[in-house]
């Protein structure tokens, strides 16, 4: 069985990094988690290959940090970004103008497309009438509402550019700021839950939900010009990239920008169709036909594939591992307790962080996430291990000690199947934890069911949101099913 267990392991490792890895010619386009930066995303991907290269996107990877820092790891080649965003956060205090970007830029070894042609900068937002209702204008007019309730995007709190220095420059009073996901909060400001909330000046929203931006009196926000920002060695290894982002330079103007948005965000059409539409009518570049199509089945398949080797993989792994250092706790009672009080400490980590903490060592994708389960799954596997062994009769120990058997004699023959039932039960409790938390991995480009969940959650889309919480949940029951049959086996074995 431990032979099978771990070709199986095996297996699964050498495909999960072929399917991960893919070709070195492949262009690797990434995007941030909000609408308009997928569809940017798409655009790239489909102007590529309606140049004949190679290109994949691998959307809704988080924010700016996580996009960057996978940029300068080359785990994706390419991503668009805003100049306020790469001056007041990404390369703050290293670039004072957009004119700097191209050479400060070139330090790290990248480069940058010409602007796209719109400025999607950030303003304050409230519902006409609401703003109307306590004669709020402008950004200064916040002052005289300290009671207002603010919601901000959870980037937007933490920026260089965002709410702290904003507050700042503008001297407002309001001292508990609530912060969500984006889409999120536009979604509290239309339900009253929260008065004031962070827009982007081209979101689709605005108009949807009826806000308005509020005047930056101060002129305190700077302009947000659409770009790409791209690896050096992408150039390098194929040079027609820049004619290609050179040819998407001013294709996009404000109110293009905002009915794009407005298509996937209140129409509901695909960004993938979105930006297939636009690539091959306004830029009139002939789209490859099979990029643009993908059945709710294969997408399914897919999901589940991505889910299944995430969590397969890092079980075997927690299992291999937590199995042995759970009868190290048993077995020497002193390192027992910093065994147990380790794995205990690892758990204790938000699964969301843990991945994020990930990203650094291993990039993003697969590989982290499925090193950040492996960790979370540690603790059932190794505390039960350990209770397992220790609940055993000391008679029966001390029985085995009399007939002379050697420790892994007595360890495999007796204490371990007498241990099963208690192991096999951590076994399931991970199994069945990892199934649930692998959903974040879409967090980070892991794919699997996390993926509809997340476009779900920002498109606003129940029925995304079911395609992958349904078949997480139904995951979930067989896995609890599975388990039930071994543990009566086990229990089978024993009274026999």
């Known amino acids: 069985m431990s032979r099978r267990s771990a070709s199986l392991y095996i297996s699964l490792f050498v495909g999960t990094l072929l399917v991960t890895e893919g070709s070195a010619q492949m262009i690797t386009v990434g995007s941030k988690n909000f609408t308009e930066n997928v569809i940017l995303g798409e655009i790239a991907m489909y102007a590529f290959q309606a140049d004949g290269l190679e290109a994949t996107h691998r959307p809704e990877l988080g924010g700016t940090r996580i996009l960057w820092d996978a940029l300068l790891a080359g785990d994706i080649d390419i991503y668009a970004d805003y100049t306020g965003t790469i001056i007041e956060e990404t390369l703050f205090g290293e670039v004072e103008t957009v004119g700097q970007l191209p050479e400060v830029l070139a330090g790290y070894n990248l480069l940058v497309s010409p602007e796209l042609g719109f400025n999607d900068t950030y303003a304050m937002g409230m519902t006409r009438e609401r703003a109307a209702e306590l004669d709020i204008n402008t950004v200064t007019d916040l002052k005289r ?26 001297g407002l009073p309001h ?3 609530r912060g969500m996901d984006n889409d999120l909060a536009y979604r509290g400001v239309d339900a009253g839950t929260i008065d004031v909330t962070d827009l982007y000046s081209t979101a689709a929203e605005i108009r949807e939900y009826d806000l308005v931006s509020l005047k930056d009196d101060l002129e305190h926000f700077p302009e947000y010009q659409a770009v790409y920002v791209y690896r050096e060695d992408l150039a390098m290894k194929h040079p027609r990239v820049p004619q290609i982002l050179a040819q998407l330079g001013g294709s996009i103007d404000e109110e293009r920008m905002i009915a794009l948005n407005a298509l996937a965000v209140v129409e509901g059409v695909q960004e993938t169709a979105i930006a297939a539409d636009f690539v091959s009518n306004h830029l009139e570049l002939s789209v490859p036909i099979v990029a643009q199509t993908e059945s709710a089945v294969t997408r399914l398949l897919r999901y589940t594939k991505e889910h299944l080797i995430l969590v397969l993989v890092s079980l075997l792994a927690a299992v291999f591992v937590s199995v042995p250092l759970g009868i190290m706790a048993a077995k020497l009672p002193r390192a027992g307790g910093l065994i147990l009080g380790t794995v205990g400490v690892i758990y204790t980590i938000p699964s969301l962080a843990l991945l994020v903490f990930m990203i650094p060592l291993l990039g993003i994708g697969g590989p982290p996430a499925m090193v950040a389960l492996f960790l979370y799954s540690l603790l059932p596997i190794v505390r039960n291990t350990h209770a397992g062994l220790l609940s055993i009769a000391p008679d029966l120990i001390e029985s085995a000690q009399a007939l002379g058997l050697p420790f892994m004699t007595r360890l495999t023959r007796i204490e371990l199947p007498l241990a099963a039932r208690s192991i096999v039960a951590g076994i399931q409790t991970s199994a069945i934890l990892n199934v649930g938390t692998a959903t974040l991995g879409a967090l980070i480009g892991a794919g699997g069911y996390g993926q509809p969940i997340l476009t779900g959650i920002r498109l606003a889309d129940t029925s995304l949101i079911l395609q992958g919480a349904v078949p997480a949940a139904v995951l979930a029951l067989a896995v609890q099913v599975g388990f039930s049959r071994i543990e009566r086996r086990v229990m089978a074995h024993e009274l026999g």
């Open 145 to 170: 509402h300290p009671d207002l309730r603010l919601g901000f995007s959870n980037e937007f709190l933490d920026r260089e550019d965002g709410w702290p220095s904003l507050q700042a420059a503008y």
């Open 175 to 177: 001292t508990f700021v």
